[in-house]
Nanobody, 119 residues
Framework: QVQLVESGGGLVQPGGSLRLSCAASGSIPDLYVMGWYRQAPGKQRELVAL???????NYADSVKGRFSISRDNGKNTVYLQMNSLKPEDTAVYYCNLRNSVIGYRYDYWGQGTQVTVSS
């Protein structure tokens, strides 16, 4: 099993910044992709950003230019730097780890951390 622990969420004013962290522990696979998803009440969970072991990143159009994902492979940790936050960014943000070992693809999820953007 893999456990994911998120931190860094909170209340911030529009235009402000937050940095989310997600640390993985347990039976961590040799190869994995980590990312961030978010879900607002009544809406479907959506991909925010992901990063591969090779450093390739992918962002939702709504956050491009504002958010930045990074990864510390040595610490099995992924970060999401969120700048120029907007009220529509308000959601529960979930950390995801995908086992990339061939034949063992599986997704693990954190409990989520609340991000609220409001004045």
């Amino acid at each position: 099993q893999v456990q994911l622990v998120e931190s860094g969420g909170g209340l911030v004013q529009p235009g402000g910044s937050l940095r989310l962290s997600c640390a993985a522990s347990g039976s961590i696979p040799d190869l994995y992709v980590m990312g961030w998803y978010r879900q607002a009440p009544g809406k479907q969970r959506e991909l925010v950003a992901l990063i591969t072991s090779g450093g390739t990143t992918n962002y939702a159009d709504s956050v491009k230019g504002r958010f930045s994902i990074s990864r510390d492979n040595g610490k099995n940790t992924v970060y999401l730097q969120m700048n120029s936050l907007k009220p529509e960014d308000t959601a529960v943000y979930y950390c995801n780890l995908r086992n990339s070992v061939i034949g063992y693809r599986y997704d693990y999820w954190g409990q989520g951390t609340q991000v609220t953007v409001s004045s």
